[in-house]
């Protein structure tokens, strides 16, 4: 099942910077992980901001979720979620 | 070089029922054409919406707009760009 | 898969009353067949207003997209749709 | 009488570990609590948010407030109360 | 129980002159036979608009929607209902 | 003269605990004085928040504005003000 | 008193011509009107809109709310009304 | 002077085919003299949209709403002026 | 040339107390020194709110931005500039 | 390519003097830098803001991205890109 998420990060001047260097190389571990597993299917920098916009392709709103909420940068996000279904002019969707 | 496209589509309801016909048909083929040729990379449909979120790889912003401004239903389209790069947390960028 | 979904509905006052009655009649047909169903698990009317708020709970977000985009007031609706997951503090995940 | 609320928790990152742990213990506790007595009727979460769309079941709007307002985390939340009636095409309503 | 309800007014220029009429006369004697019978208790025009702020006493939300749904200008009226409960700096509160 | 109200709360939680009791003391002091004397005609707690919505009624908008600057609470409002008149359909428009 | 008023002009294409002249030179004397009659003390065009911005010397808010009401646009405009007093830094504070 | 103008043109489908030929004809020609002028000193499209962004160099604020306020689409824009003054970052600035 | 301008002030509760002070009797005493200079030519208090709505007579949108950019709470400030001219319904213009 | 980009800033006042100074000269120094190069054609300051209008012209969105992520205020800006390409009615467009 496919999910639109759109993860834009601010992280606070203030945090301690071990925490923060220690949080951006696990993020960055966790997407890679996601992403070699198939779950995290695409991931793009929105062109002059601190987010992104990816695809996700998970089994349930709940997996999803559960991504998400453990991601060590989650909380310093404003994530914004979008159910997707395949369109009808999509090439799968003719073949 | 990719853009994010979502496209929220509103045809009137008065809309002469052969040209809404010709339109839709044209525009899903323009869709293929453009899904086959490599422009328009992705295209999934919004849960519960007449919209689309789209993924294009052009050669300019001048190229998108062509092949936007020319879909048949973009009269009656609000379209949203969203100009996109790497991200450096995806796996192309850590290969 | 839980969803929850808000309709705003407004029917152009032009639309032929036969159609009317007829999208209506077959609209509340629809809602109390797939309640029945167990899909569309919840159905409050929005005090004020000519909207909706419901619960779906469907195998996927393509079903939820199917069932949506087949309502017969589906072309006269504004429609939000909020993925939703077990809340820690819900009865069921402390049982 | 039905209300929907949606509650979006911002707990500051500043708040004293121990005051943060034992709000969010008695939050649940609380939230427990008038689930089994009826009064919360539904809550689930919101994917990909720290937040909660709920269904009470009270006397009044003003034993609503008396519960909102006096949540432990409710001084960290923001809230957004519906007002709710039974839908016509409910099955309650067609019985 | 108390509701806070902003109506604002939208009469379709198209609107037979009759039924308008019609419609802007028993609108208006509704209103004030819902303020005799002590369901309506404020009115106020806001200046500058075709609009008003009103505080309805009614056993329930259920009754609320009752009234507004059947307003014979509801149709054509975009309706924002807020719920109220005493102010603990009310006098009311301390007497 | 008559106006609506409605102010929003946010107390910092860093003020000095006696300065906050003080303040909250000489609001509720104020609040009530001017109910008195017939010029904070109504307040309401709108459920869910700390919010109130009141209506005024005044010799000016300078005595409105006079009054809100020097409540206790007002560098923590956010205050929004409309100005009302007789509605038409009011019992005291209709004697 | 003075109140500051912002109205947005939309005159719906389809007005018959004579009724859009005969409205459009009645506003215009009696905007004229209430200028030299001191109420209507300020009127300037917005750059780039069919807008205006104004400022009103009124007995009361009834009293603005009645030039609107009946002004021969009235029904094509969106109407924003601010209460306004004297600054502290104005001349006319600091004589 | 300079000013940064948006316009967003929204024709009417109805309107009758000499007249928006006429109209976009003349809009055109308009543009070029503009620009050949220097007033118009820039003007680019906005990928996606009906819409330009442009900078204009005039005289005066009230020079530059005579020339929006007669461009023949005028009457089917949104037009969002802004105010610019040279940037202390500028090559202009710093010569 | 005339511009209106609105200033929403918002000065950091943690201000030194003599830079506030001080920044507040500078800011007022530029205030009157443009008001009598007749750059400033307009000040009113927004009704409810730190805030004031102003109108500026200047030679040019530069020099506006060289008074407000200057003024001592400029930095706490959220300024709307909105460039105006001539109303055709003016008295100035009607002459 | 050409891209709209419109920077606010908002550097937050306990930032370290001399890192703002640093961060102050440096930006200007990049700007300068990226003027001359032909990357940033256009810088204009927003009358009554910290904010600027610009227009870059680059190879790629990739490169967009690259120089707006790493200007020294980038961390304190929020940035609002548009895509642009040639307007029809452009002299470019019309030689």
Do not use: C
Request: hydrophobic letters at 50%.
């Amino acid at each position: 099942m496919l999910f639109h998420v759109r993860m834009d990060v601010a992280i606070p001047r203030d945090l301690d910077p071990t925490e923060r260097a220690e949080r951006m190389a696990t993020e960055k571990a966790r997407a890679l992980e996601l992403q070699r597993s198939g779950k995290w299917v695409h991931i793009w920098r929105v062109v002059g901001a601190y987010s992104n916009v990816s695809i996700f392709d998970v089994e349930s709103a709940d997996e999803l979720h559960e991504i998400l909420w453990n991601l060590p940068l989650f909380p310093f996000m404003t994530v914004a979620v979008t159910a997707l279904t395949e369109h009808p002019s999509a090439l799968s969707a003719n073949a």
